[in-house]
C-alpha cells in the first residue's frame, strides 16, 4: 500500500485513478455518469489529513456528487497538462479550481514533476546562468531549491518570482479558457490576497490580489474562503495523522476551515 493511501496512524485515502489519466486522486472512486461537480487542486482539495474534505461536504450539502479531482502537492501543471482531466472538465456540470503556488509549476526557469508538482526535476539554463554559484543537483523539492536562491541573492530571486507570477496567470487563463462549462474559482486560505506577493513561507504567499484578479476574469463565480479565527485557532484539531506527519500537518487546513469552505462554495453552487 502506497504512502498516498496509509501512512502510519494516517488515513486510508483510497486512492484511485480516472480514465486514462495517471494521476492518483482521492478515493473512493466516484461514477461520472451521473452529473456532478468536479473539483481541481492540490492538498488542500484533497483533504490530506482530514477525514471529511470541503468537496465530501459540499456533496452532502447539495445532494449532487461532486468528485475530487485534488492531487498531493499538485499546481496547475497537473490540470493544464493531463488531457484527461480537460476531457472531464467539459463533461462536469461545474468545475471548481483551488488556487494552488505558482512555485509548483514548469516555466522558464525549471521543469517539475508532471504530476508531483512540488518535485523539482531540472533547472534552465537560464536559471544556471543567473545563479551560477548554486548547485542545483542537490534540491529534490521547489520549495528548498527556491529557499536558497533566494537565501543567496534576494536581488536576483526577484527576478524568478516575477517569471512564476507570470507564467502562473497565463497558464491559468489558459486552463480556465480551455473549459467550457461554469467554472468557480477558489482562494481558500489563511488571509486574503494581498497587493504584494513575495512571501515564500506560505502556498498562497506568492499569489496576489492583481495576480487573482486578471485570473477570475475569465472564470464563472469567484470564491474567497478566509479562514475564520476559530479555523485558524483550531490548528490541527480533527486531523488524523501520524507522529512523523505532525509538522506536515500543521501546514494543512483543518476540518473546520474544511467546513467554513463547503459553507462558502455552497452559497455560490446552490
Known amino acids: 500500500m502506497s504512502i498516498e493511501s496509509l501512512g502510519p ?15 492518483l486522486f482521492r478515493g473512493p472512486r466516484r461514477s461520472l455518469d451521473a452529473p456532478f461537480v468536479a473539483f481541481f487542486g492540490g492538498s488542500a482539495t484533497y483533504g ?3 477525514r471529511t474534505p470541503f468537496p465530501d461536504l459540499v456533496e452532502q450539502s447539495l445532494g449532487t456528487t461532486c468528485v ?27 468545475t ?6 505558482p512555485r509548483n509549476m514548469s516555466n522558464r526557469f525549471y521543469r517539475v514533476h508532471p504530476r508531483r508538482n ?8 537560464l536559471l544556471r546562468a543567473i545563479y551560477r554559484e548554486v548547485d542545483f543537483a542537490e534540491f529534490n523539492f521547489t520549495n528548498h531549491m527556491l529557499s536558497r536562491l533566494h537565501l543567496v541573492s534576494p536581488e536576483r530571486f526577484q527576478t524568478v518570482v516575477e517569471e ?12 480556465l479558457s480551455q473549459i467550457p462549462g461554469r467554472t468557480v474559482l477558489l482562494w481558500a486560505g489563511c488571509h486574503a490576497p494581498e497587493e504584494a506577493a513575495n512571501d515564500l513561507d506560505s502556498d498562497l504567499g506568492l499569489v496576489s490580489r492583481d495576480m487573482v484578479n486578471k485570473v ?4 464563472t463565480e469567484y470564491v474567497e ?29 483543518g476540518p473546520v476551515a474544511h467546513r467554513e469552505i463547503a459553507q462558502a462554495l455552497v452559497s455560490v453552487l446552490n
Request: hydrophobic content about 45%.
Open 9 to 23: 496512524g494516517g488515513l486510508d485515502y483510497l486512492p484511485c485513478r480516472y480514465g486514462n489519466s495517471k494521476v
Open 164 to 175: 512564476l507570477q507570470m507564467a502562473w496567470v497565463a497558464r491559468m487563463r489558459l486552463v
Open 48 to 50: 490530506k489529513f482530514v
Open 216 to 219: 477570475s476574469e475569465l472564470a
Open 118 to 125: 512540488d518535485r523539482f526535476v531540472e533547472a534552465s539554463s
Open 225 to 253: 474562503a478566509v479562514m475564520s479565527e476559530d479555523a485558524v485557532k483550531a490548528g490541527t484539531e480533527g486531523m488524523v495523522f501520524g507522529e512523523m506527519d505532525a509538522p506536515a500537518a500543521k501546514t494543512m487546513l
Open 68 to 94: 475530487n479531482f485534488g492531487s498531493l502537492n499538485g499546481g496547475v501543471d497537473v490540470f493544464a497538462t493531463d488531457p484527461y482531466l480537460r476531457e472531464v472538465s467539459g463533461m462536469a456540470q461545474t
Open 96 to 101: 471548481v479550481i483551488q488556487i494552488t503556488s
